[in-house]
């Protein structure tokens, strides 16, 4: 069971959590019920990007527009989620990925401190939009992670599926689980004959 991210609900009657096991997914799952009636943007207010940048160990969005995210959001979500339903994404959509991600690589300096044992890459001026779209392109570039590649088959948040069996079906299982076994259990007694 995932905590709860302190994000700003605004009023939905429904909680964040970071459970999609990778940035990039977690930052697109951050709609709720995606294209529905119940669909919520966490990204809403402004402040709600802060939370989640540190809460992922990301950029804080200085000189991110928000709008940008949002739009970049939903790309994410969409090639991600062609890739669960094994369609093929967008190349126009994956360009965008690399070109974001391109530019988070040109923003790096490589450093390598006095007495330090390995040099690092140190981004000198980093913005969410590109830090989120280097996980995104890492993703995309990892066979092996993208075999684990999944959604919840409720409210269709992407996570990277880690269990054993790769048999995870659920966000959460004390979400979306309950809400789908509550749901079984009430189509259950409602087609068992009249008393
Ligand atoms: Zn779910």
């Not at 009636?37 to 200085?62: E, I, K, Q, S, Y």
């Not at 959460?172 to 409602?190: K, L, S, V, W």
Request: charged share 25%.
């Amino acid at each position: 069971m995932a905590e709860a991210l302190p994000l700003d609900p605004r009023g939905y009657r429904g909680t964040y959590k970071l459970i999609g096991g990778a940035p990039a997914l977690d930052f697109a799952n951050l709609v709720s019920y995606r294209g529905t009636d119940r669909g919520h943007d966490w990204l809403a207010p402004d402040a709600n990007a802060v939370t989640w940048a540190h809460a992922a160990g990301l950029a804080a969005p200085a000189g991110d527009d928000i709008a940008e995210l949002r739009e970049f959001r939903e790309v994410l979500a969409q090639v991600f989620l062609d890739l669960v339903d094994r369609t093929t994404p967008s190349s126009a959509d994956v360009s965008r990925i690399g070109e974001l991600a391109a530019s988070a690589w040109g923003d790096r300096k490589l450093v390598l401190e006095a007495g330090a044992t390995a040099a690092t890459w140190t981004a000198t001026s980093p913005t969410l939009l590109a830090e989120v779209a280097l996980d995104a392109a890492s993703l995309l570039t990892d066979a092996a992670a993208l075999t684990r590649l999944s959604a919840c088959e409720e409210c269709r948040w992407l996570f990277l599926d880690t269990s054993r069996n790769r048999r995870r079906q659920w966000c959460d299982p004390a979400d979306c689980g309950n809400r789908a076994r509550q749901r079984r259990h009430y189509e259950r007694n409602r087609r068992s004959p009249a008393r």
